[in-house]
């Protein structure tokens, strides 16, 4: 015998389902447009200046700025499933223990399509210093810019737009930061 309240719960219960299949749909079919943009990532200048920090009893570390120009089209990257678009360029060297480092130095969060086409000069929004006091020793370093896609639906995809080949870090400058 069928009571009013079983077949709401059988109603509620298909259309559950129903919510579920359509957002995984809505999760697969993104995936099926992922798309791969490609930018140009340009480093204008690298500079290592000592500055001050609190760790090693307040005595100098280096640190590096760098200024870079960037162009990419990352609108290919929106679709119907994309909230948010996490952008960030990570310098990637070896510093002289051979330890590998990759640090973020500058990042941009877009929420909407139309502010996915870039083309700016920029520099880095985070101090970018090794572990270690200095640079001196580290390998040349790459400079990537990769990019976290946060779906409404699904799993975070990531993807990398831009990289420079590999540039040396240039010798200290003595005035101070
Ligand atoms: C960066 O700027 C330089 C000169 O200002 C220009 O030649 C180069 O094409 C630019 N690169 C990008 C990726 O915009
Ligand atoms: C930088 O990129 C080059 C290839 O372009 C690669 O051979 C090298 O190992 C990379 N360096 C680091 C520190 O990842
Ligand atoms: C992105 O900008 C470039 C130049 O600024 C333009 O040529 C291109 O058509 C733009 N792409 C889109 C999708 O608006």
Not at 1 to 6: A, G, K, L, N, P
Not at 52 to 79: I, S
Not at 126 to 155: E, W
Request: with cysteine.
């Amino acid at each position: 015998m069928h009571t009013v309240y079983s077949r709401i719960n059988n109603v509620s219960a298909f259309l559950s389902s129903c919510l579920m299949a359509l957002l995984a749909a809505i999760a697969l079919s993104s995936l099926v447009f992922t798309a791969d943009p490609k930018g140009i990532l340009d480093v204008q200048s690298l500079n290592i200046y000592e500055g001050h920090t609190r760790r090693y009893h307040n005595r100098w570390q280096d640190v590096t700025f760098v200024n870079f120009n960037l162009t990419a089209d990352l609108t290919p990257l929106f679709n119907w499933n994309t909230k948010q678009l996490f952008l960030y360029l990570q310098a990637e060297y070896v510093d002289a223990k051979g330890v590998k480092n990759e640090v973020v130095i500058w990042d941009r969060i877009i929420h909407k399509k139309d502010k996915a086409n870039l083309s700016l000069n920029g520099r880095n929004k985070y101090v970018f210093r090794n572990l270690g006091k200095s640079f001196k020793g580290a390998s040349a370093a790459n400079y990537t810019l990769k990019y976290n896609v946060m779906p409404y639906v699904g799993l975070l995809t990531y993807g990398e737009a831009a990289r420079t080949g590999p540039l040396a870090f240039p010798e200290k400058r003595t005035e101070v930061a």
